[in-house]
């Protein structure tokens, strides 16, 4: 069951990565992802109609673990949708409203299953049976609408707190970008510069470091990850992992700062040749 679920979550990810390195919207990458997400998922349902687990530690690692993954990341690309329709509306006051109600219903869900959130960050497992077992599925510690679906026979008590706890851990940051100033959206579009970068990745690597050095942003006082995220929505790229290029560039044979010297000598020869100009 174990190696089944990873080969799927495995070829999953790789699809949905694509579509998030890929250049289009917010919105249509959302509802890609989403459309893969449900996918995988209704692939998921058919595997746990007809699978027999080995034993009750096997189903209560599926339940508690394995289906809330996928099963999150689809009710988050909901969530989204809605967030990006609101974005687009022409009055940043009726957005952010929107944003702070998301944000209060996960304070309520926090409030409310302090205990559960508790168990499960301290990977406690003494309520493991009660929680994640079917045959003890109890009608009254599960919501109503879970009980009018199809797969009602497949519920457990816990499986559906496990599933908003990591749909709101990551909505929650989402949200928060968007109130800490994530560029607005216009007609489903992201908005944050009219700038490209066009050079290597490595090279705008190279210019953020040598910034970040030399103590020229903020009084040297911007971390590497804040100077790459600012750069990111500047230029309109993806950087990725700031560390693993820099420790690329500290790697190369010949010289270490190929960019930072070619636009010193670009800027020099341009400077001369104005110089020459009678």
Known sequence: ??????ILKDRLDKKTEKVSKSNL?????????KMILLEHYRELQSFEETYRF?????????????????????LYCNKVRKIIHFSQIQCLEISEKHLNYELKKITDFYESHIDFISYMNSEQIFSDETLFLRKNANVSAVPSY???????????????????????TKLYKFIQNKLNGEPVSKNGKTIKSD?????PKSALIEVIYALHYKGVINNGSAEIKQLVHGFELFFNVELGDPYRHFTNIK???????????????SLIQHMNEQDSIP
């Not at 700038?195 to 050079?199: E, I, N, Q, S, V």
């Open 195 to 199: 700038f490209l970068w066009t050079a």
């Open 25 to 33: 919207s917010e919105f249509e990458k959302n509802e890609q992802c």
């Open 54 to 74: 080995k034993n009750e530690q096997e189903e209560i690692r599926y339940f508690k673990h394995f289906k809330p993954q996928i099963l999150s990341e689809i």
């Open 251 to 265: 790697q190369r044979k010949k010289t270490t700062t190929t960019f930072l010297e070619s636009l010193q000598n």
């Open 1 to 6: 069951m174990e190696q089944y679920f990873k």
């Open 146 to 168: 879970l009980l009018l679906r199809e797969d009602a026979d497949q519920i457990t008590n816990g499986g559906h707190l496990v599933v908003k706890l990591l749909l709101n």
